[in-house]
């Protein structure tokens, strides 16, 4: 099947704009209102480049649409126009743009609930579920004080895969610290009133958290309900479980959690010791048909000495619990060959970091030979990144907000099957986010709530994470069309990577197709926003329009 040519999104203008015309005659261009697009940092205030008078959202169905309204001038209340589409009124979610310290420097990120009655210079975010919503364009007005911004949301008939399959995810969290930040003099409460809300965020931006908190089981008492709520384990499990998420972690530790802490007195260095907990385990596994999304990851970052360790965690977890599959940071090569050579010892999902998945100066190349390699063994290949050594786009508050959404394009490029993430989504370090983050700001994506208003609060780069995973979703279904190589057209015409005849240009400081300030090598991507959003919003629309057609 041919690529999808320009021609084809000069088609799909008509039915974006169609409609607009007259909104657009009788709103002109504004010097105090602009729209942006999600993916960008806007300051209180400003009016960036790039702004428009209108604000055009796509998305896939059974989704998400997101978008920007920077407010400079006086403002004022903010509603819906009472000819807009119901479906937008309905659907539409705002918040305002709030700021916070990182490194020295006051950074747009938190995104608190916005107040529709109050005026003045702000950033509003508008988040639209397109869950179960109809292919169509939905337009209308959204009045800002006496100015007007119209809106028109186009969704495809693509739709994103259910959120039990489709890209998977796994994030480390920690959900009694979100509790003890929330309400300090009562934890439990706070767990009580926002423990469901948590686990619903994370299932409707297909996040797969690491940590069941109070759903975790008991080391003598499993599964079974106690008195309390916190101690309704099975329940609690249930529930969260239940919401939907394609990736559900088995309760075994890594070497990370004190030794006197395992869960169910498992313990990573001795796999022996899994047995008798699993078989406790599985059956309610079995009775909730998890199994088959079920993963066990009992080891960060092995090193060589540790591979006979992880070929005995997977005879342990293969005998115990053979629907599950093994999961651990680690990269394929000839020394740990016999991982992956298909016997009762083998590692079934290998999360390898970004930036060493190709190799380094002098041999850029050279470790993709083995993920190659692994591919034809049948393995499962993930990616993992995290705060470091420059080298890969990721997720850092420092960073372009389009970061993580080209990490999850550059996934969708190399077919990975999902991506783990260890730093933690809220780890605040004895700080208060709202004020300042901790580092990178790489440990927080969620904002904590208050004793009256405990559901958690997302921020720009959870949104962009959820983005990424949409995006992740769709460039992998354009590559099962249109190939590897016609992605890769796709990405780098739009300017996102820099590819040749179809493949990824590399660089590193020496020995790479271009140089680049890293001894990794690793494809070299947009670093400015403005241009990697412009880019994020063409391919997506190409690749939408290629997919949703005859």
């Given at each position: 099947?041919?690529?999808?040519?320009?021609?084809?999104?000069?088609?799909?203008?008509?039915?974006?704009?169609?409609?607009?015309?007259?909104?657009?005659?009788?709103?002109?261009?504004?010097?105090?209102?602009?729209?942006?697009?999600?993916?960008?940092?806007?300051?209180?205030?400003?009016?960036?480049?790039?702004?428009?008078?209108?604000?055009?959202?796509?998305?896939?169905?059974?989704?998400?649409?997101?978008?920007?309204?920077?407010?400079?001038?006086?403002?004022?209340?903010?509603?819906?126009?009472?000819?807009?589409?119901?479906?937008?009124?309905?659907?539409?979610?705002?918040?305002?743009?709030?700021?916070?310290?990182?490194?020295?420097?006051?950074?747009?990120?938190?995104?608190?609930?916005?107040?529709?009655?109050?005026?003045?210079?702000?950033?509003?975010?508008?988040?639209?579920?397109?869950?179960?919503?109809?292919?169509?364009?939905?337009?209308?007005?959204?009045?800002?004080?006496?100015?007007?911004?119209?809106?028109?949301?186009?969704?495809?008939?693509?739709?994103?895969?259910?959120?039990?399959?489709?890209?998977?995810?796994?994030?480390?969290?920690?959900?009694?610290?979100?509790?003890?930040?929330?309400?300090?003099?009562?934890?439990?409460?706070?767990?009580?009133?926002?423990?469901?809300?948590?686990?619903?965020?994370?299932?409707?931006?297909?996040?797969?958290?690491?940590?069941?908190?109070?759903?975790?089981?008991?080391?003598?008492?499993?599964?079974?309900?106690?008195?309390?709520?916190?101690?309704?384990?099975?329940?609690?499990?249930?529930?969260?479980?239940?919401?939907?998420?394609?990736?559900?972690?088995?309760?075994?530790?890594?070497?990370?959690?004190?030794?006197?802490?395992?869960?169910?007195?498992?313990?990573?260095?001795?796999?022996?010791?899994?047995?008798?907990?699993?078989?406790?385990?599985?059956?309610?596994?079995?009775?909730?048909?998890?199994?088959?999304?079920?993963?066990?990851?009992?080891?960060?970052?092995?090193?060589?000495?540790?591979?006979?360790?992880?070929?005995?965690?997977?005879?342990?977890?293969?005998?115990?619990?053979?629907?599950?599959?093994?999961?651990?940071?680690?990269?394929?090569?000839?020394?740990?060959?016999?991982?992956?050579?298909?016997?009762?010892?083998?590692?079934?999902?290998?999360?390898?970091?970004?930036?060493?998945?190709?190799?380094?100066?002098?041999?850029?190349?050279?470790?993709?030979?083995?993920?190659?390699?692994?591919?034809?063994?049948?393995?499962?290949?993930?990616?993992?990144?995290?705060?470091?050594?420059?080298?890969?786009?990721?997720?850092?508050?420092?960073?372009?907000?389009?970061?993580?959404?080209?990490?999850?394009?550059?996934?969708?490029?190399?077919?990975?099957?999902?991506?783990?993430?260890?730093?933690?989504?809220?780890?605040?370090?004895?700080?208060?986010?709202?004020?300042?983050?901790?580092?990178?700001?790489?440990?927080?994506?969620?904002?904590?709530?208050?004793?009256?208003?405990?559901?958690?609060?997302?921020?720009?780069?959870?949104?962009?994470?959820?983005?990424?995973?949409?995006?992740?979703?769709?460039?992998?279904?354009?590559?099962?069309?249109?190939?590897?190589?016609?992605?890769?057209?796709?990405?780098?015409?739009?300017?996102?990577?820099?590819?040749?005849?179809?493949?990824?240009?590399?660089?590193?400081?020496?020995?790479?197709?271009?140089?680049?300030?890293?001894?990794?090598?690793f494809p070299l991507w947009q670093h400015a926003e403005r241009a990697a959003s412009d880019g994020l919003e063409g391919a997506r629309l190409r690749a939408l329009v290629a997919l949703s057609g005859p």
């Amino acid at each position: 099947m041919p690529l999808p040519s320009a021609a084809d999104v000069v088609r799909l203008r008509p039915v974006l704009l169609v409609g607009l015309l007259a909104l657009v005659a009788a709103a002109p261009a504004r010097a105090t209102l602009a729209a942006y697009q999600a993916d960008r940092r806007i300051a209180p205030g400003t009016l960036p480049p790039g702004g428009r008078t209108v604000l055009v959202l796509t998305a896939p169905g059974n989704g998400f649409a997101d978008g920007q309204v920077s407010v400079v001038g006086a403002g004022g209340p903010l509603a819906w126009d009472t000819a807009a589409a119901p479906e937008l009124v309905a659907r539409t979610s705002f918040f305002t743009v709030a700021r916070t310290h990182v490194a020295g420097r006051l950074v747009p990120d938190p995104l608190p609930p916005l107040d529709p009655a109050a005026g003045g210079q702000r950033v509003i975010f508008l988040r639209i579920s397109t869950v179960g919503l109809a292919p169509g364009v939905y337009r209308g007005l959204l009045d800002v004080g006496a100015e007007t911004m119209p809106v028109a949301l186009t969704v495809f008939s693509y739709a994103l895969p259910p959120k039990t399959t489709g890209f998977r995810t796994l994030f480390e969290i920690q959900p009694e610290a979100y509790f003890e930040r929330v309400n300090p003099a009562d934890p439990l409460a706070a767990g009580q009133a926002s423990n469901r809300a948590l686990y619903q965020l994370l299932s409707d931006y297909r996040i797969a958290p690491a940590e069941w908190g109070f759903g975790t089981p008991g080391r003598k008492v499993v599964y079974k309900d106690g008195y309390d709520w916190y101690t309704r384990r099975g329940t609690l499990m249930r529930i969260e479980a239940n919401m939907g998420f394609n990736t559900l972690r088995l309760p075994l530790s890594t070497q990370h959690q004190a030794s006197g802490a395992w869960v169910g007195g498992a313990s990573p260095r001795d796999p022996a010791t899994w047995a008798p907990w699993l078989a406790k385990v599985r059956p309610f596994w079995l009775q909730n048909a998890w199994q088959d999304r079920a993963v066990a990851w009992a080891w960060d970052e092995p090193g060589r000495r540790q591979f006979p360790l992880l070929a005995a965690q997977a005879r342990a977890l293969h005998a115990s619990f053979p629907e599950a599959k093994l999961l651990s940071t680690a990269s394929p090569s000839p020394g740990n060959r016999f991982l992956w050579d298909g016997g009762a010892n083998d590692l079934d999902s290998w999360a390898v970091l970004s930036r060493r998945f190709y190799g380094q100066y002098d041999d850029a190349w050279g470790r993709y030979r083995s993920i190659e390699a692994l591919r034809r063994a049948h393995k499962e290949l993930w990616s993992y990144t995290y705060h470091g050594v420059p080298g890969s786009p990721g997720y850092d508050a420092t960073e372009p907000l389009t970061d993580p959404r080209l990490f999850f394009a550059w996934n969708a490029i190399e077919r990975t099957a999902g991506t783990l993430y260890a730093d933690g989504m809220v780890t605040y370090k004895r700080l208060d986010p709202w004020t300042s983050l901790p580092d990178a700001g790489q440990s927080v994506f969620i904002y904590p709530g208050t004793p009256d208003a405990p559901a958690p609060v997302s921020s720009l780069r959870l949104e962009a994470i959820r983005d990424g995973v949409q995006d992740a979703n769709l460039f992998e279904a354009y590559r099962a069309r249109f190939g590897r190589s016609g992605l890769v057209r796709l990405l780098g015409q739009n300017g996102l990577f820099v590819a040749r005849d179809g493949q990824l240009i590399l660089g590193c400081v020496h020995g790479c197709g271009r140089f680049a300030w890293t001894k990794y090598s690793f494809p070299l991507w947009q670093h400015a926003e403005r241009a990697a959003s412009d880019g994020l919003e063409g391919a997506r629309l190409r690749a939408l329009v290629a997919l949703s057609g005859p």
